[in-house]
């Protein structure tokens, strides 16, 4: 079955720190996986998906398939980086339907 | 362009009660879905449809009916609600094709049931 794993619920660190947050997933077919940020008082959004290879508000993520990972980093965090993130696995190939993992609490203190 | 419309926000209700969350969307987008968003347990998909007429289970479909007759709607039902089912809910849509799984989120709605 298809399964996406974020270890950790939260995640603190200061402003200017680099950020990881972790998440892994169990697929057997080819996996198409992307990262949704939901801020204060806002609606879940996409923040990047891996086809799309891009960086987005500094973000960046490699699909690593040898360690089924999809790890979204930044350099330097920033306070409005704050925020409830959700890695998600498309369930098939080409399918709107989404796995979504259990969400990491990202703080960045001052 | 209102993209994807919740009602209610906020509803509390008594357990035994039914309700249906609204759910629209003006972005012509055929795949719509259900999500329910608990403490720790992250979006759970409850149903989904690909377009009008079509409707599928997700993964916690039980106490939840769903029904698609137009594009543009596609609301929730709880026939008879329990407090397990106190939860967030969010609809989602996004177009089929080229752009799937691209998901545009409703506010969500925030439902209690006592």
């Known amino acids: 079955a298809q399964r996406v794993t974020q270890p950790e619920k939260l995640l603190s660190v200061f402003k200017g720190a680099p950020v990881e947050l972790k998440c892994n997933y169990s697929?057997?077919?080819?996996?198409?996986l992307f990262w949704y940020v939901q801020y204060s008082r806002q609606r879940l959004q996409l923040l990047l998906r891996?086809?799309s290879r891009e960086s987005i508000k500094g973000f960046t993520a490699d699909l690593n398939k040898g360690e089924t990972s999809f790890h979204l980093k930044k350099p330097f965090a920033q306070e409005e980086d704050s925020a409830m993130y959700y890695c998600a696995l498309s369930v098939s190939e080409g399918s709107e339907k989404l796995v979504f993992g259990k969400g990491t609490k990202l703080t960045v203190n001052p | 362009n209102a993209g994807v419309t919740q009602t209610p926000k906020f509803q509390v209700l008594k357990t035994g009660q039914s309700m249906t969350l609204q759910c629209a969307q003006d972005?012509?987008?055929?795949?719509m879905s259900w999500y329910r968003q608990d403490p720790g347990m992250g979006l759970r998909l409850i149903h989904y449809s690909v377009g009008a007429g079509i409707t599928d289970q997700g993964e916690v479909p039980n106490g939840y009916n769903v029904s698609r007759s137009t594009t543009e709607d596609f609301p929730l039902r709880l026939l008879s609600a329990a407090p397990s089912q106190t939860s967030v809910y969010f609809c989602?849509?996004?177009?089929?094709?080229?752009?799937?799984?691209?998901?545009?989120f409703g506010a969500g709605s925030r439902l209690t049931v006592l």
């Open positions: 972005m012509n987008h055929e795949y």
């Open positions: 989602a849509s996004s177009p089929t094709g080229s752009g799937a799984n691209v998901l545009t």
């Open positions: 697929y057997s077919g080819s996996p198409e």
């Open positions: 891996h086809i």
